[in-house]
């Protein structure tokens, strides 16, 4: 049926001379006044019926003849009136435009594209939050950012931002980062922002392969780059496992990071930072599915080694107060 209206179009009455067919609309026309004089006879309002596509339709309010004749007895309704009446019918139909449905059917089959961002509204947008010396946003502009945004500085929201944005240091967006970045992710507001983030972190809890991007990203988001860092001080490492890992956190995650703490390892490289995350993937709570014949960094190993002198530890201890409450008893 798609967009039109020329199945529902009541048919206009032939002008061809054709005697037969004059005839036939002639029955038509009688037909039509004994059954208006027909429903005059009875009291209150009257219900003629119709047929509309083929269907028959009751119409059961009064007023909506008044234009067929003085007094809707004995007066035919013309061709035109009855057209009339048609197109105030249909009127009253849903329209049939692109989302529109006929027998139930859903006729749209596109997908609803989405505005393209404004370019001069992202730069704008920037405006409102570069250093006024420098054509980037720093750490004042994005505290101010956050707080319009309703977040805060060291929420997970405003690392999935950065990664977004493919921001190359922390504290700092350049206006090609915040341009790009913003166009990519189809906003060009503030509020534009705020609707789209909790998309990307849903899209993130069932994402594996986009979880691993914005994990590698971290690594270099936390690196000094003007200073050429390229090993992630350790207690930087540790603030940014537990940001990255607000989402999917694995079961060894407090035991890895207290290892790192108690042993102050001072760095943790590009390497050892990337493999953790399919180390925290295969391996179990319990470590046991651990191979340190497998190439492992070296720090895995020490951190399993020390995992399980502390749990032969606690065993040892279990055993003892047991053997202790046996000979008391």
Same mark, same amino acid.
């Given at each position: 049926?798609?967009?039109?209206?020329?199945?529902?179009? $009541?048919?206009?009455?032939?002008?061809?001379?054709?005697?037969?067919?004059?005839?036939?609309?002639?029955?038509?026309?009688?037909?039509?006044?004994?059954?208006?004089?027909?429903?005059?006879?009875?009291?209150?309002?009257?219900?003629?019926?119709?047929? $509309?596509?083929?269907?028959?339709?009751?119409?059961?309010?009064?007023?909506?003849?008044?234009?067929?004749?003085?007094?809707?007895?004995?007066?035919?309704?013309? $061709?035109?009136?009855?057209?009339?009446?048609?197109?105030?019918?249909?009127?009253?139909?849903?329209?049939?435009?692109?989302?529109? /449905?006929?027998?139930?059917?859903?006729?749209?089959?596109?997908?609803?594209?989405?505005?393209?961002?404004?370019?001069?509204?992202?730069?704008?947008?920037?405006?409102?939050?570069?250093?006024?010396?420098?054509?980037?946003?720093?750490?004042?502009?994005?505290? *101010?950012?956050?707080?319009?945004?309703?977040?805060?500085?060291?929420?997970?929201?405003?690392?999935?931002?950065?990664?977004?944005?493919?921001?190359?240091?922390?504290?700092?967006? /350049? *206006?090609?980062?915040?341009?790009?970045?913003?166009?990519?992710?189809?906003?060009?507001?503030?509020?534009?922002?705020?609707?789209?983030?909790?998309?990307?972190?849903?899209?993130? /809890? $069932?994402?594996?392969?986009?979880?691993?991007?914005?994990?590698?990203?971290?690594?270099?988001?936390?690196?000094?780059? /003007?200073?050429?860092?390229?090993?992630?001080?350790?207690?930087?490492?540790?603030?940014?496992?537990?940001?990255?890992?607000?989402?999917?956190?694995?079961?060894?995650?407090? *035991?890895?990071?207290?290892?790192?703490?108690?042993?102050?390892?001072?760095?943790?490289?590009?390497?050892?930072?990337?493999?953790?995350?399919?180390?925290?993937?295969?391996?179990?709570?319990?470590?046991?599915?651990?191979?340190?014949?497998?190439?492992?960094?070296?720090?895995?190993?020490?951190?399993?080694?020390?995992?399980?002198?502390?749990?032969?530890?606690?065993?040892?201890?279990?055993?003892?107060?047991?053997?202790?409450?046996?000979?008391?008893?």
């Amino acid at each position: 049926m798609g967009n039109c209206f020329s199945c529902f179009k $009541v048919p206009l009455p032939p002008t061809s001379t054709d005697q037969s067919i004059a005839l036939d609309h002639k029955d038509e026309t009688m037909e039509l006044r004994g059954l208006f004089q027909n429903s005059c006879q009875q009291s209150g309002s009257f219900v003629p019926e119709t047929h $509309v596509n083929g269907n028959r339709k009751s119409i059961s309010t009064l007023p909506t003849f008044n234009t067929v004749g003085s007094d809707n007895c004995g007066s035919v309704p013309s $061709v035109q009136s009855n057209l009339r009446l048609s197109r105030g019918f249909y009127a009253r139909l849903p329209p049939l435009g692109r989302s529109g /449905t006929s027998s139930g059917l859903n006729l749209s089959t596109e997908p609803k594209q989405q505005k393209e961002p404004s370019e001069s509204k992202l730069n704008a947008l920037f405006d409102q939050y570069k250093d006024p010396h420098e054509d980037v946003i720093l750490a004042d502009g994005i505290e *101010r950012l956050c707080d319009d945004l309703q977040l805060s500085p060291d929420e997970f929201k405003v690392l999935v931002l950065a990664w977004k944005l493919n921001a190359e240091q922390m504290c700092q967006f /350049t *206006r090609h980062e915040f341009v790009t970045g913003l166009k990519a992710m189809k906003v060009d507001s503030i509020r534009g922002i705020q609707a789209r983030l909790p998309e990307i972190v849903q899209e993130l /809890t $069932v994402n594996s392969d986009l979880f691993k991007d914005l994990y590698r990203f971290t690594f270099r988001f936390g690196l000094d780059v /003007t200073s050429g860092q390229r090993i992630l001080p350790a207690d930087m490492a540790i603030v940014l496992w537990k940001l990255v890992f607000t989402i999917r956190e694995p079961p060894l995650l407090i *035991r890895w990071l207290k290892f790192l703490e108690c042993h102050h390892i001072r760095g943790i490289p590009r390497d050892t930072w990337n493999m953790f995350l399919n180390f925290a993937e295969s391996i179990g709570d319990d470590l046991g599915a651990y191979d340190d014949a497998e190439a492992w960094p070296s720090l895995f190993d020490d951190f399993v080694e020390y995992e399980n002198d502390q749990m032969n530890q606690n065993i040892t201890k279990d055993d003892i107060m047991k053997d202790a409450s046996i000979d008391k008893a």
